[in-house]
């Protein structure tokens, strides 16, 4: 276990000399940490960027926002920007666009966005008391029940945690409200649909977003409720208050990938994240290495397919592109946010592209898939990818053809 | 197509002779309605009374109600009845309670129990305008991505719709603010948990309920937004406005049961029911017949298992024992609700009995339960009932089991 005494959050917060940025769990995950290493503030990411920052903000950026939520007037005759699939796309939000304006105007709060969830029940006053072992085997049990795909846990590592909130309603930093004394991290993720991440670049692709993000978001609800319920504390966060990809690691549910994206071993890139903060005592997951850094060196799949090339060709390095969007001090391919995002913007919805190509998006139900995948793990690695990419993987299926497949 | 023609509402509201209450679909249901038919009032259902009649109004039943939403601090030894079962059962009620408590307080609207569901962003102001078969094809495909385990589609029928809502803050009527010219009903039934079903009776398996509404809410909710973007209305409920199960009989989800509940092919009686009425052009599914009302003729697994006799050994009829809680006028099972919950209420929580012991209660997705359901629906009937029986489905497994397996 790697806990983090209060001694060491407070060396945290005052760090200075290289070491005190370095903990025994990066000999597991891979990463390394510089002297340079700053937390993040989430006032750079592109999103809030796209509201205070004339680099970013323009009148496609605010459509593009204006798309979710206004009038669905306005449509092109392509195939996956119709008003069908932007009707789908903006239901499968439907959770996660209500959740986040619930408090939006009352309190400042968007929560699971910029802030954390709080619509929660109070708990009970009496605590279950069982060992961490018992309380991490029955909390994963209720977390699938509850609706979470795969859930880990790690210890609290506050190095990912945002230095400050960040109101879009105000322009301006929020403190960050995170109790200091949570001790454990729950991460819980959610696989995006399959078949409608095949259609990338569409609205409806766009979908598969929304409905990754509103079940992760049922799921961690309902969780943090449980652990509440258990008579413990616990903050629920979707991608407010810390990075979550690095949790997600350290939670044993999946490694780093070329694009910028978690790799998980169940559903590859395709999915979406959220985490639970908690002082309940609970026992860490170990990361996992099913050879992912190794096909990434070897695989330029997203970085080729990425239609503005913002995805890096070369090897794991500290350049930051256009230096503020991405967290300081973490050798890492890291990609151009800058260029991804105005895609976005450009198209009027999201994009997934170096989702649907990734060798690691499959449908690992199929044994075929699995065979890739161990492939992938080992010497067969450049076979695996060629045949990946003769077999035509990741290749563009047209939106009608979603639409017109018969239903379950 | 069984539309109903707005002459035909009027002739509804006014209704007195016989005929007048039959409709076409009638055919296809099997149902038998008289001319004793009167639409039900939301304020005889089990749970209104329990809040002001003192034949059902009890300490117990205040209780049983409290144990959803206060400090969970009084929990028994017995396994299924501890802290983690009360907690992971609240948890999975997380959403349910959530939005129909949203407006409670402020609006006197109790969403999703007793009132229809408000939260929605405005649609698209221009419509679609596909056929009813596209519609009807699209909704589908949308629907099951959208969370809906299966979805089907009646033409409007008022006889199902309530009399009045009810009030629980003012304990009285409320009125009914169902739209008329809705023309359609689409239905969308979600599954409940197997497993924590098998340990009824126990607050492990009240997860269950609170799992399967909980889903079945966040499909119902983003479906209604669905039609809305496409530019129709849509009005979105659970257990308000109307009575489920004949709903979904006359969409082709399933049949009526000996115990009072929608038996659906996919998964047995194990469902939760929400359902959609909207003016987007549709076209109903037609009802199926997979030989319950043979099967339930022959069996009586429900009525020998309810632990206090609730469910009927006889053959369909007009019996509505205390009479009020009812619908009056339509030949079928009907189970005695006030002994049903005051089962509930003495035990802290509901019981699903009559679900677990159902041999329609079967993981479906393997070939031997699905060979047994075949031999339900035709001569080999009796001997399939005597495997159940012998084979030992249906027999209750300690909640400890469903807590002690490895999670996914």
Redesign the interface.
Known sequence: MNTISPAQINTLENGSSRTCWERPVDQLTGFEITEEFERFNQKYDMFNRAVWDDEVRSDRSRRFFESY?T???QFRKVEGFQ??D???R???W??A??TSDLLEMSQDRKEGFLDSYT?F??????K?EAPAEYNS??L????????ADA?GICDFDERWVYTHNYSRQKLTDKRMDLPEDMTSVVVIINEM?HQ?IETVPSALSG?ATG?GY??DI?AV???T??IR??GYRAVASLNDTALSIPLAVQAGLGQYGRHGLLITPEFGPRVRIAKIFTDLPLVPDAPIDFGVTETCNMCRRCSDGCPVKAISFGAPDFDRHDGISHVKGVKKWTINAKKCFQYWANQGTDCSICIRVCPYNKDFRKRFNRGLRWMLSNRWRRLALWLDRKLKYGQRKPAGW??R?P??
Request: charged letters at 20%.
């Open positions: 939520f009038d669905l007037a008003h069908r932007y009707a789908l903006n239901a499968a439907y959770i666009d209500f619509m029940r109070e708990g009970a006053t009496r279950t085997a029955e994963k049990r209720a977390g699938i029940f509850l609706g859930i649909h409608t979908a409905q509103s079940r049922i609800l309902s969780v409720q449980f319920n258990l979603w639409w497949q239903s379950a």
